[in-house]
């Protein structure tokens, strides 16, 4: 059934398998990047997709924890992204690297919005 709380922990979800992206194993080519920088993006890739998973989860359950869940996924997605901007400027280009920093900034902005931006977390709130 097609419900906002469903399209919500849907988004939720979604957005955070994107993080996968992020991950040596989704960078083209060979060989794949590796160091100490490609190992950090890959645990907190998963620390995040972890939590936007359980934060969706709490959505479809309707939950309360949901919002500290996703703003702390937020969080850790902002330093995933950092640490995934600095490898592939440590290991050199990787392709569609700005595109990733894009979606992923603009994605955590969201979650950013929806969870502290008082009118938009009301209006949410009440229709979850």
Do not use: C, Q
Request: proline fraction near 4%.
């Amino acid at each position: 059934m097609f419900t906002f709380r469903n399209l919500a922990a849907v988004s939720m979800f979604l957005f955070g398998t994107t993080f996968m992206w992020l991950t040596p194993m989704f960078v083209a080519g060979e060989p794949k990047p590796k160091g100490y920088a490609w190992t950090l993006v890959s645990i907190l890739s998963w620390v995040v997709m972890a939590g936007f998973t359980a934060g969706a989860w709490a959505i479809f359950k309707e939950l309360s924890w949901w919002e500290p869940v996703a703003t702390a996924s937020a969080f850790v997605g902002i330093v995933t992204v950092v640490a995934y901007w600095l490898a592939t400027t440590w290991t050199g280009e990787v392709v569609g690297a700005a595109l990733n920093l894009v979606i992923h900034a603009a994605g955590i902005a969201g979650v950013f919005v929806a969870t502290m931006f008082r009118p938009v977390n009301d209006w949410m709130t009440a229709h979850i």
